[in-house]
């Protein structure tokens, strides 16, 4: 997403997982994905989110990466930017049912 979308998309995602709600979260990124790829293309500033889990205790986690773009023309992480936000196992059980079936 663009830094125009970032909070709103945040907040939404935070809902999700707030409200333990593994299904609505992966149609909300599946939707998000669609609208923003043509919208965060033309910016100088974007965020991108990796979902991850541990294969043992199924916990889960959501990273939140910001990219800038340099002087020639390459975008470059933001370390200092990066936030990483856990999932409880409910939502990684949700969202890897959600991959497998797509």
């Given at each position: 997403?663009?830094?125009?979308?970032?909070?709103?998309?945040?907040?939404?995602?935070?809902?999700?997982?707030?409200?333990?709600?593994?299904?609505?979260?992966?149609?909300?990124?599946?939707?998000?994905?669609?609208?923003?790829?043509?919208?965060?293309?033309?910016?100088?500033?974007?965020?991108?989110?990796?979902?991850?889990?541990?294969?043992?205790?199924?916990?889960?986690?959501?990273?939140?990466?910001?990219?800038?773009?340099?002087k020639?023309?390459?975008?470059?992480?933001?370390?200092?930017?990066?936030?990483?936000?856990?999932?409880?196992?409910?939502?990684?059980?949700?969202?890897?049912?959600?991959?497998k079936?797509?």
């Open positions: 997403v663009n830094d125009e979308m970032i909070e709103p998309v945040v907040s939404e995602i935070n809902q999700y997982i707030q409200n333990n709600n593994g299904e609505g979260l992966t149609k909300y990124i599946t939707e998000q994905k669609e609208l923003c790829e043509d919208v965060a293309s033309d910016t100088n500033v974007k965020y991108g989110f990796k979902f991850g889990h541990c294969p043992n205790c199924q916990q889960g986690y959501l990273i939140k990466s910001c990219y800038t773009l340099d020639h023309g390459n975008f470059d992480e933001q370390e200092d930017k990066k936030a990483v936000i856990s999932i409880s196992q409910e939502i990684v059980t949700s969202v890897l049912k959600a991959e079936a797509s």
